[in-house]
C-alpha cells in the first residue's frame, strides 16, 4: 500500500510539474538526484548534457542502513527528480521523500515491473534456516535484463520531466542497454564452460540475479543484507563449504574489509577475488569516472579467474 502510494505520489508530482511549472523553470539541466551508483551511471549516461547527476549516498557509504542527513531533505528541495531503486533496496528512501514538500521533485522508483528473487534461498539450504527479508532480493540491477528495464524507466522520467530533449534521452537509453546486452553476451559465453560453479561470496547476498542467469552456485555469508559476521559455527560451515566444493577462490564484496573474506582464504588456502555488487564507489573511483560495466568487465574477469572458465 505504501508502495503504491508513493508511487503515485511521484506520478502526480511529474505531472504536476508539467506545463506552467516548467515554464516557468530556467531552461537549464534537469537537476537529479539518485540512491546508489548503478542509478547513478544509468542516470548520467541517460541525461547526457542535459541533466546534473548527483548521487546522495556519500562515496564509500553503505547502501542498506544509510541514514539521511538533513542537508539531504534540502538537496532534494533543490531537485528535479529522486530516483531510488526500490522500496526494499533503500528503506530510507521512501521515509527520505516523505520530508520533502517540493511540487517540482519527480520521483522515479526505477525497480517498478522487476519481480524479485527470493534472497538468500542458497544459504538458508546450506544451514537449515530460513534467512531473507520479505521483499525478497533487491539487487536487481546485477541481472542486465533488469538494468535495461530500469534505463527504460529512467529515460521516461526524463522525458516526464523534460519533453524538450526526449529524442536525446531515449537514444542515450538505447546507447546503455546495448552496452548492458553486450556485457549479457560476455557473461554467458565467458561463463558457459567452468571448472566450478559455485560461487562463494564472504560478503551480503547480492549476486543471487547473476548467478541465476548465468547458471551458477552462488553461496554468501551473510544471507540477507542487514546480517551481522556469522557465528563460528556459521564460519566453520562455509570452511566445510570451500573445502567441499574445492573452490578455489573467495570473493569479497566492495567497500568492506575482507577480514572475514581473508581469514576464509587463509583457513582453505583458497585466493581471494573481489565481486563488487556496485551498491557505491570509492572516492577516488567516483573522481575517476568509474562506469558500472566497467565494474561488471572486471567481476566476470575475475569470476572467470576464480572459476577457471576457458
Ligand atoms: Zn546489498
Redesign the pocket.
Known sequence: MRLVAMLLWGMLALVGCSSREEAKRPPDKLQVIVTLFPLYDMARAIGGEHATVSLLLPPGAE??SFEPRPGDILRLHQSDLFIYTGPF?EPWAESLLKGVDSKRLGAINAGIGIPLLKQGKEQADADGHEHGHGGGD??IWLDFRNAETMVTTIATGFTAKDPAHAASFRLNAQRYRARLAELDRRYRSGLADCGSRTVIHAG?F?FGYLAKRYGLRYLSAFPS?GDSEPNARQMATMVELVRSTGVGAIYYEELVSPRLADTLAKETGSRLLLLS?A?NVSREELARGITLPEIMEHNLENLRQGLKCR
Open positions: 547502501a542498506h533496496m533487491p539487487h551480503h547480492a543484507s555488487a551498491h
